[in-house]
């Protein structure tokens, strides 16, 4: 089934024109066109498959692993598209980097480049862009545990800024403890108060943000993996089966 495009607007690009809006939302459409048909394919070899035409059934599933190339492709390009439009006006070496409009897994092989580039470079921080999660599903911030993840997983510690939607990761293993007047980019200027520190409780279970259209697409997704993982070593079996009748 494939899935309506919806204008995303400012809930994935802070600083855009209506042109950008529109170009993101154009891929990341194609990517769902193309997740629809690889559906269509994999839903069309199974029954292939049940009629006992092992030969169609993998013909099909091939053209399904190609819209699924395609889809990827559309998911790559609209993924590094708004990263682009969302941190333009920052240098490379920022301090700040804005994940809006990410996958989760985006947005975690992003942050884990720039970590590597920050301590190579000799930073000390990082401030990341996270978002509030007022447009996902319920209203849950989707990025930020994984964000959270992956600091755990490097050992690093980071805060929650008063700005629920940034974060603070301190980049040398030390405490996650702002400097008195930190460098932003992006996404506007922190006021001074409170901070949440973290370090210790990992969060599970989030997929992505950027909308609630995304949500959608990943369920639907996840759904049509399920089904192919059944799938593909019956269509493999009754090849094999064909292979040894030739």
């Not at 590094?80 to 439009?85: D, G, N, P, S």
């Not at 959270?148 to 301190?170: A, K």
């Not at 030390?174 to 370090?199: K, N, S, T």
């Amino acid at each position: 089934m494939s899935i309506p495009m919806i204008q995303l607007g400012s809930r994935a690009l802070n600083h855009s024109s209506a042109d950008a809006e529109a170009e993101y939302d154009r891929l990341r459409d194609l990517a769902r066109q193309e997740a629809a048909k690889r559906s269509s394919c994999f839903d069309r070899a199974h029954q292939a498959y049940e009629s006992g035409n092992g030969a169609l059934a993998h013909e099909l599933s091939e053209e399904g692993k190609r819209h699924a190339a395609q889809m990827d492709k559309y998911n790559k390009q609209a993924s590094e598209y708004i990263f682009r439009e969302n941190n333009a006006p920052s240098r490379v070496d920022s301090d700040t980097i804005d994940l809006h409009g990410q996958f989760v897994e985006e947005a975690e092989d992003i942050l884990e480049q720039r970590i590597r580039h920050a301590q190579q470079t000799g930073q000390t921080h990082l401030h990341v862009i996270v978002g509030k999660g007022n447009h996902s599903r319920n209203h849950v911030q989707k990025i930020k545990p994984r964000v959270e993840q992956v600091c755990q997983e490097l050992g690093l510690q980071y805060s929650t800024e008063e700005n629920e939607g940034r974060m603070y990761i301190n980049l040398t293993g030390a405490p996650a403890q702002m400097p008195p007047a930190p460098h932003y980019g992006g996404g506007g200027h922190q006021q001074g108060g409170q901070q949440q520190y973290h370090g210790g409780q990992q969060h599970h279970g989030q997929q992505y943000h950027g909308g609630q259209q995304h949500q959608q697409q990943q369920d639907q997704n996840d759904e049509v993996e399920d089904v192919v993982k059944k799938l593909l070593p019956r269509v493999f079996k009754a090849l094999r089966g064909c292979c040894v009748v030739m």
